[in-house]
């Protein structure tokens, strides 16, 4: 089990800046993607940003040069940095930990309870 809690949501005017955290219970070393989801009312869930334990990042077309994910690995802690922020980016943001050590077979995925970004115009 890997429990996750985020923090760093609130209000913020457009172009404004953003940075939520997510705290991890287990070693972030040993899950192999850690990633930032969101989802707005009356939509699905998306991918925003996901770290691989290789180091590779990749980033939904929405939000590319503007948010960066980044790993603390000391504090077992996954940021999101989010820059020139749009009223299109209000959403609940989660976190996500997903981990395969048996192979990607069996995937096992943990969740956080969410933070709520909104953006005023």
């Known amino acids: 089990q890997v429990q996750l809690v985020e923090s760093g949501g609130g209000l913020v005017q457009a172009g404004g800046s953003l940075r939520l955290s997510c705290a991890a219970s287990?070693?972030?070393?040993?899950?192999?993607?850690m990633g930032w989801y969101r989802q707005a009312p009356g939509k699905q869930r998306e991918l925003v940003a996901l770290?691989?334990?290789?180091?590779?990042?990749n980033y939904a077309d929405s939000v590319k040069g503007r948010f960066t994910i980044s790993r603390d690995s000391a504090k077992n802690t996954v940021y999101l940095q989010m820059n020139s922020l749009k009223p299109e980016d209000t959403a609940v943001y989660y976190c996500n930990a997903a981990t395969w050590p048996a192979g990607p077979s069996r995937r096992y995925d943990y969740w956080g309870q969410g933070t709520q970004v909104t953006v005023s115009s």
């Open positions: 770290s691989t334990s290789a180091g590779s990042t």
């Open positions: 287990a070693s972030i070393g040993s899950i192999n993607v």
